[in-house]
């Protein structure tokens, strides 16, 4: 079972960049779709989008598209969100993800999960 954890996290001023981390400290990736999600008080957790072992990128949340990248190195068991112009609506704890062998374009499809990374906007 792999064990992930999130770092980057932060308080930004809107407009802004931040690039948030997750690396595997125990098992790795393997060739799993990675996933980056994120849960704002209050709200349920939104699947921002997934990477596969071949960097193929897949977006799922509309608000961050052409902001959020993410990316991924197999080598460090490593994937990356950058995010940049960042609004206060973007603030909420970020969570990566490894899904299911062959699956990933769905939330059900992700069992092991980081601890989340703080990420705060202010306006």
């Known amino acids: 079972q792999v064990q992930l954890e999130e770092s980057g996290g932060g308080l930004v001023k809107t407009g802004g960049s931040l690039t948030l981390s997750c690396t595997a400290t125990a098992g790795a990736f393997e060739a799993n779709r990675m996933g980056w999600f994120r849960q704002a008080p209050g709200r349920e957790r939104e699947f921002i989008g997934c990477v596969t072992w071949g960097g193929d990128v897949e977006f799922y949340l509309e608000s961050v598209k052409g902001r959020f990248t993410i990316s991924r190195d197999n080598g460090k068991n490593t994937m990356y969100l950058q995010m940049s112009s960042l609004k206060p609506e973007d603030t909420a704890v970020y969570y990566c993800?490894?899904?299911?062998?062959?699956?990933?374009?769905?939330?059900?499809?992700?069992?092991?999960w980081g601890q989340g990374t703080q990420v705060t906007v202010s306006s």
């Open positions: 993800a490894k899904s299911l062998a062959g699956r990933g374009i769905n939330e059900a499809d992700y069992r092991d």
